[in-house]
């Protein structure tokens, strides 16, 4: 059996983690979203052709390739919508 002054102190613990809980997930539900960052197309582009020279393929089969398969749609895509 707990003596009263622990039932107290446990009772005291349970409702200061709660109100906290409460004021915490209040904050978080309020707050507004982050604006993401907008990246340029030009931008986007430069580092999508920097992953494919990255990739080390020859021109022929590689980077070449990723380029006009991966960066040029991308690229036109995000021009079309920017």
């Known amino acids: ?3 009263p002054l622990v ?3 446990i009772r ?3 409702i200061n983690t709660v109100a906290l809980a ?3 997930a209040g904050t978080l539900l309020v707050a507004p ?8 197309c030009l931008a986007k ?3 999508c052709q920097n ?17 006009n ?10 021009a079309r919508f920017q």
């Open 1 to 3: 059996m707990t003596t």
């Open 7 to 9: 039932a107290n102190t």
């Open 12 to 14: 005291k613990f349970f």
């Open 22 to 24: 409460t004021l915490a």
């Open 33 to 40: 979203p982050a604006d993401a960052r907008r990246i340029s």
């Open 45 to 47: 582009y430069q580092g």
């Open 51 to 67: 992953r494919c020279l990255s990739s080390g393929g020859l021109a022929s089969s590689g980077w070449y390739a990723c380029v």
């Open 69 to 78: 398969r991966t960066c040029n749609p991308q690229y036109d895509y995000c």
